[in-house]
């Protein structure tokens, strides 16, 4: 059985590298072991869309050649994947911004910039999350019903400006 997920490293996956390295190096709580941290961040980081991958290619594996001869080329349909990116500490804290991509095979087809979402309600940002996928639908000709994956970034990597947590940029 696999090991569980460090929700610690997951959370520290989130950060900047320098403020990682300042949380949880010796100045810290001394976890942080040049070593290893920065692959198992980047695990962290990749982990929702690698899956997603991996998914695909379970479900698009083609036939075993019976003959060595023969090739056969079975087209596979680029299906769209939706890929929402929530800017938050954790999954329970208030969500600070919203951003989404829209993936057609290896091509990514459309992006959505992060909005800030701050003071709205869980419905309103339902809402917002419906319309981006009513605007992937209407923008790739294709039914865009859920998002695929989804991307967790700190919300100091928040994107806008003017933000409230940079207010001086």
Known sequence: MPRSL???CRLCAKLVPEQARQLHGPEGDGCWNDKRCHDRRSYYRHRGVKIHNQR???Q???PIDLDPLTTLAIPVPALPAAVIHWYRQTKDSPLHAIGAELWIGNDRVAKIEPVHCLGLTETQVKTLLVRILEGFS???GLQVTRFRSAVELHPLNCPIVPCPLHPHT
């Open 6 to 8: 460090s929700e610690k």
């Open 56 to 58: 695909q290619r379970r």
């Open 60 to 62: 698009s594996k083609q």
């Open 138 to 140: 209407q923008h790739s």
